[in-house]
């Protein structure tokens, strides 16, 4: 007997080419497909099918948001950052992030997890970040999380095997020989990590919401033997690739003298830069940058409010839209700031308003939230099959209370969704068809419970991590004088926003 999940009489935003609203609408569900999204009582299920009924009056639905950069371990650095910029930023996440072990990984996929379908996101991409190296027994722990929330993830295990301070435009003075000998110096191996892959990889081949990416931490930081291995892994796999790429000016200094003709060609050139492929942040890139990256079908991941508060830059949205670049949105970890995709999208939107003078090109409401449920599909391997309500897309749904004062007295639906909306008008998520998120609680897992222990592990890490990060403060000084340098160079694009 066939079985549907109706919505009936709610607003349907379906973020199609055509901007359709429907109101009052209806949309099926079966199994984890959308059999109908359209006018009320355009469609009737065959006779003796089974129907639940999902409240749809006073309801906006819309396609799951979908945040295409985050680093779950951040789930349990919330806090821990104000004025650092990137570079001061990374060495303190490397030390804080801690040793941790299977559970602590777990959990803290889930925090995130219950953050993600609370403010209406139905997958991410998790550039996922373990340290002193990954393995198995890690990554299943990871995924496991994921699998068991509901939520649709990919997880890009980061690597790289140059030691951090070697990646950096620094000079003696900047970074004295005395303090740079106390780091790891040296290689890490990569049989290690490529073996990891192939066997999760195939152990979690036949899972349809959870998948496994391969993750490059930024070329800057992998020899060149790395990164044409890792092309190499993603052609014989069949899996897509993410790397942080041009995020601040200070890994624009580094291409000069690794990759000439920029960093973009170069990956391409290893196999790392094709539509199975996105950049996250993508910053600080040249004209020559921006023109392999439309030719290869790369999508970037722009992610503006990490970019703000670690003073990254403006990436200029407009430039990458306009040469055909698909775009979508991402969060950056929670130790810079929320996963809330309504807050990315409006900043992303907004930001266009104040770094063109020409109104007509300002980004609308309607394609911003398409590069975040669209594109960000597309980006996660999942291009024409989700990020639409339309028959045939597959069910990742979240269900809006529109009788909130964020959603009502009821406008243009569609702005007032970007402009407006933070997330707490969340009510349900699906994802596959299948209830997440129930008036506003997560059905796979306990999320009081999950919270309630990530602070405990996430208290023990800080009092673990406490002595090296005071250790690591004597560094703080020389790495923020060559922020300070290259920023201030006039050679190079322009990211900053320079008030007089």
Not at 33 to 46: D, E, H, L, S, V
Not at 350 to 371: E, F, N
Request: aromatic share 6%; charged share 20%; with cysteine.
């Amino acid at each position: 007997m066939a079985a549907f999940t109706a919505i009936r009489g709610a607003t349907l935003v379906t973020l199609d080419e055509d901007d359709t609203v429907v109101e009052p609408g209806d949309l099926f569900i079966e199994g984890d497909r959308i059999a109908y999204a359209g006018p009320a009582g355009g469609f009737t299920p065959p006779e003796g099918a089974e129907v639940r009924e999902i409240e749809g009056r006073d309801r906006v639905v819309m396609p799951g948001l979908v945040n295409c950069h985050t680093h779950s371990y951040a789930a349990f650095l919330k806090g821990s950052v104000d004025t650092d910029p990137l570079d001061v930023f990374m060495l303190g996440a490397i030390l804080s992030a801690g040793a941790r072990d299977a559970r602590d990984v777990y959990v803290s996929a889930q925090v995130q997890a219950l953050e993600m379908l609370l403010t209406g996101s139905t997958a991410c991409l998790d550039h996922f970040s373990h340290r002193p190296r990954h393995s198995a027994e890690i990554l299943d722990a990871v995924m496991s999380g994921y699998r068991d929330a509901g939520v649709r993830a990919a997880v890009a295990p980061m690597f790289s095997d140059i030691p951090f301070v070697e990646t950096l435009p620094l000079t003696e003075e900047e970074m004295p020989a005395a303090l740079r000998a106390e780091l790891p110096s040296g290689p890490q191996p990569h049989d290690p990590y490529f073996e990891m892959m192939a066997e999760v990889a195939a152990r979690w081949a036949d899972d349809p919401r959870v998948d496994l990416m391969l993750g490059v931490d930024s070329p800057q930081r992998c020899t060149d033997a790395l990164l044409r291995r890792a092309g190499a892994f993603c052609a014989e796999h069949g899996i897509g690739n993410h790397t942080h790429l041009m995020e601040a000016k200070t890994q624009w200094a580094m291409a000069e003298g690794r990759a000439p003709d920029g960093f973009v060609a170069y990956l391409a050139d290893c196999g790392l830069a094709g539509p199975r492929s996105s950049f996250a942040h993508f910053v600080w890139f040249t004209d020559a940058d921006l023109e392999k990256t439309a030719e290869t079908g790369v999508h970037v991941v722009h992610n503006p409010a990490s970019n703000l508060i670690l003073g990254s830059g403006i990436q200029p949205l407009l430039r990458l839209i306009e040469a055909g670049v698909p775009v979508a949105f991402g969060s950056d970890g929670l130790n810079t700031g929320h996963m809330s995709m309504f807050e990315k999208t409006r900043l992303a939107a907004l930001l266009t308003r104040v770094t063109d003078p020409d109104p007509d090109r300002w980004l609308k409401a309607p394609s911003a939230l398409r590069m975040a449920t669209v594109n960000g599909a597309s980006a996660l391997g999942r291009a024409g099959q989700a990020g639409v309500l339309a028959a045939g897309q597959l069910a990742d749904i979240v269900i809006l209370d529109g009788a909130t004062v964020a959603l009502s007295p009821r406008g243009e639906i569609a702005q007032q969704i970007v402009f407006y909306e933070s997330g707490s008008s969340v009510r349900d998520v699906l994802v596959d068809g299948r209830h997440v998120l129930a008036d506003g609680k997560p059905t796979g897992f306990d999320g009081a419970a999950i919270l309630a222990e990530g602070r405990e592990r996430a208290a023990r890490l800080a009092r673990d991590n406490q002595a090296a990060l005071a250790n690591a403060e004597r560094y703080y000084p020389g790495l923020k004088a060559m922020v300070r340098r290259v920023v201030s160079s006039e050679t190079g694009p322009c990211r900053i926003a320079m008030l007089t």
